[in-house]
């Protein structure tokens, strides 16, 4: 397995953050991004996950809620990968991924489209 400061690993999500298009970046609304060493124990293999509405399914009731969170976890990613440039792709394909989720586009879509 790869090793990699917790700091460099949140400078890599902070990059591929840095690397949507600001056209994209000025409509997200209401979400949070995290870094997790671990995923939930039920899903060891997870390498993100959101959670939340998709701006796709919002209506007028979507007022006063928590934050969408979107959460890319270390360890897996970490063991997935052989290098660390191995690393910088991955973790910019999940953090595209997850922001896609918050946009609405689902897993299959992903998938056709190379972000899977």
Do not use: K, Q
């Not at 949507?20 to 293999?45: G, H, K, Q, S, Y």
């Not at 996950?49 to 009731?61: A, K, S, V």
């Not at 976890?73 to 690393?87: S, W």
């Amino acid at each position: 397995m790869l090793t990699m400061t917790r700091d460099r690993f949140e400078e890599l999500v902070s990059e591929a953050l840095d690397r949507i298009p600001p056209e994209l970046t000025r409509v997200m609304d209401n979400v949070a991004v995290f870094v997790e060493d671990e995923p939930p124990a039920d899903d060891p293999e997870l390498l993100g996950l959101y959670e939340g509405t998709p701006l796709t399914e919002r209506g007028e009731w979507y007022a006063g809620v928590l934050p969408d969170r979107i959460t890319i976890y270390m360890g897996p990613i970490l063991r997935f990968c052989e290098t660390a440039d191995d690393v910088v792709h991955e973790v910019a394909v999940t953090v595209v991924h997850e922001v896609a989720h918050h946009f609405g586009i689902e897993d299959a879509r992903l998938h056709e489209l190379g972000w899977g």
